[in-house]
Every structure is written in structure tokens, then in C-alpha cells.
């Protein structure tokens, strides 16, 4: 995506393939800060911390962490990459492209001369930052013509937390059609939820749409529901951290609210994500494969902002006990359509989709 003019991913590996350069998320809209990162417990630390967060990115970074700790610790034997690799995988423990990014990078591995590792894991992570791309090109293409087909003059789209570019390497998941809509001239306008407790509508949504020049505005959590009965809402758009093999998607916290109000007034839900979101392992009630990550209840009791200094500063805001679920499940029937990187699927029939 391009920022004043220029065209920046998120995550970039150095030509020296000693460091990758991320975007730290925690900071924005206020400050634009890149960061490098060389060492495993520095990747860890990103992705817990959520400098990069988001279910594609964190698997590229995670891809790159392997590589970055075979040089760091000049060891590429089976067992250190067996390590390395449950240590990045539990960092967090819903989004399913995590697990299927790293496992990739250290399946490859196994096939692989030991001296001839370091050089492979960054070739084989950078691969998959590149797909990442190119899939994300081609959902925005597909769910272009899902908005199209609305037939509107102008259409009013309601997206969820942050499934843009910043939650991939490029073009983002649900905010990818968003994109080709406008580049189309489409006279388009987002509503934008905040999503407490980490605000990532407002603080990330809400400046990649300002980047871009899409109209937008930032609405609260909780006024989705009305602004959807009052005729004001044409189809909504978010991502996907995990997809059931039967259909249900697996999403920041208060997706299950909107799809249902949304199935409520007949308005179209679709869920952007690619195919490598779909757990074969998960279906009905059956979450043996994942959890749902709850994290720490004083995200909750506090907010973050710019102060009147200018400096980035957080506020203590409620002395309660809280609980902090960050994801919710979508059942099937409340979703209209899949996008894909390989077209438009019904969600229940995902799994066959998958199997071939
Ligand atoms: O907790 P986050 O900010 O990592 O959650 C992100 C989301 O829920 C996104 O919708 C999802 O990862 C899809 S991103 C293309």
C-alpha cells in the first residue's frame, strides 16, 4: 500500500537476511514507526505485544522468526527447530495461519541439509510473504464483483477490527475489495467499529481508509445494530482468524454480534480469508486444535491515546474484575459467502472446497 506516495508492507526482510523491518501497529494512527527485529524472543515479543497482529501478518513474521533464530543461535538441528517452532506457534493461539505458516517453514526444513537451512527458511518465509500478496490481490478481486453485484449507487459497507493491509504483508483481507471498489471509482463509504478494548477500527481501519482516501466513519461497537436497522448498511465485510471445515469463522470479538444482527435485517455477511484460514481439524464443537485466546483483562480497564504533550499515553479507566475474550465463533448460517483467494464459496461447503 502506498503511504505519502510510497509503497510500503508491512513486514520487509533485509538484504542482508539478518533483520526484518515491521510496522509497529501499537503506536498508530499517531506515529508511523518502523522497527527491526533480529532475534526470536524480539518476534515473539511483536506478536504477543501485537506490534504486529492480524491473522496472515503474524504468520509471516512468524515464518521469518524461524529463520531469524537459526542465525541468531547458529543452530539448525531438527530439535532447535522444533523448539523455536512450538515457541512461535503458542505466542498466541487462535488465529490458525500462525500454526500453518511456521509448520510449513519447518516441515520444508526437515527435507533440507542442515548447512543449507538458514539460507532455505528465509527463501521459503519470504515465499510465503509473497503469496500472502498475491492471495490478498486476488480476494480483492473476487469480492469486487460481490459489491458490484449489490447494484447501488453508492454502497455503505460495515467492516470489524482490522482485516486491511496492516493485518497482512499487502491489501489486507476484507478491506482488499474495499480497496479495488474505490480504485474502480465506486462510490463507496465504510463504517468503521471501533472494536473495544484494542480499538484496532479506530486506530487501524479508520487510518488505512484515511490513507487511501475512502470515505469512512468510525462508529461504536455498539451502534452496528441500529445503524443495520436503519437501512444503513449494505453488506458487511470482515476477516477471518480460523475457518470450521463446516463453516463457521472463527473472529475479533463481536463478529457474532453483527452477523447475527445482520441475518436479522437480510443484509449480506461476507467473511474474507484465504483458503489456508480453514482448519480441517475443526468442525461442530470440536476445538481441539485452538483456543480462544483471553488476554489480559486490563486491555479492558484501560485506553490508550495521544495526550495533550503529543505523547502516546495510556488512562486507567474501570477498577473492576474483567474478562477479555478476543475472539468470538460465527456460526455458518450467519455467513452469506466466503471470499477466497480462489473465488466465492458457500461456507458450508468449505470443507469440500478444501479437500478438493
Ligand atoms: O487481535 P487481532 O487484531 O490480531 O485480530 C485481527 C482480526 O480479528 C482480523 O479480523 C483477522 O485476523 C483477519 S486479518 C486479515
Request: a neutral charge; glycine letters at 6%; aromatic letters at 6%.
Amino acid at each position: 500500500m502506498k503511504i505519502n506516495k510510497k509503497d510500503i508492507r508491512t513486514i520487509r526482510a533485509s538484504d542482508s537476511k539478518t533483520f526484518v523491518e515491521i510496522i509497529d501497529q501499537t503506536l498508530l494512527p499517531h506515529q508511523l514507526v518502523f522497527k527491526k527485529i533480529s532475534k526470536l524472543d524480539e518476534v515473539i515479543s511483536a506478536i504477543t505485544t501485537m506490534q504486529v497482529r492480524g491473522a496472515p501478518l503474524i504468520g509471516v513474521t512468524a515464518a521469518f522468526g524461524v529463520a531469524l533464530a537459526i542465525r541468531e543461535k547458529a543452530d539448525s538441528s531438527d530439535a532447535f527447530i522444533a523448539e523455536v517452532s512450538k515457541k512461535l506457534i503458542n505466542s498466541r493461539p487462535t488465529a490458525v495461519n500462525l500454526a500453518w505458516a511456521v509448520n510449513r517453514v519447518s516441515n520444508l526444513l526437515h527435507n533440507i541439509n542442515p548447512n543449507d537451512r538458514l539460507e532455505a527458511a528465509w527463501a521459503f518465509a519470504q515465499q510465503i510473504a509473497d503469496d500472502d500478496v498475491n492471495t490478498n490481490k486476488s480476494i480483492g478481486i473476487h469480492g469486487l464483483q460481490l459489491i458490484k453485484k449489490l447494484n447501488l449507487n453508492k454502497v455503505n459497507i460495515m467492516t470489524h477490527c482490522n482485516a486491511g493491509w496492516l493485518a497482512t504483508v499487502d491489501y489486507g483481507t476484507a478491506l482488499s475489495p474495499i480497496f479495488f471498489a474505490s480504485e474502480a471509482g465506486m462510490n463507496i463509504h465504510v463504517w468503521v467499529s471501533e472494536t473495544r478494548p484494542r480499538n484496532q477500527g479506530t486506530n487501524l481501519t479508520a487510518w488505512e481508509l484515511e490513507q487511501a482516501k475512502i470515505p469512512h466513519t468510525i462508529i461504536a461497537d455498539n451502534a452496528a445494530g441500529f445503524l443495520m436497522q436503519q437501512g444503513q448498511v449494505d453488506c458487511i465485510l470482515v476477516g477471518a482468524d480460523r475457518i470450521g471445515i463446516d463453516g463457521q469463522v472463527v473472529n475479533k470479538i463481536g463478529t457474532y454480534l453483527k452477523a447475527v444482527a445482520a441475518h436479522e435485517h437480510q443484509i449480506p455477511f461476507y467473511v474474507a480469508a484465504p483458503l489456508s484460514t480453514v482448519d480441517v481439524n475443526f468442525m461442530g464443537n470440536q476445538k481441539k486444535s485452538f483456543e480462544i485466546e483471553h488476554r489480559d483483562p486490563e486491555e479492558l480497564l484501560t485506553i490508550s491515546g495521544i495526550n495533550k504533550k503529543g505523547d502516546i499515553d495510556t488512562l486507567k479507566i474501570g477498577r473492576s474484575a474483567a474478562l477479555n475474550p478476543a475472539f468470538d465463533i460465527t456460526p455458518s448460517k450467519y455467513v452469506t459467502s466466503v471470499i477466497s483467494e480462489e473465488g466465492i464459496i458457500d461456507p458450508e461447503n468449505i470443507g469440500r472446497h478444501i479437500n478438493g
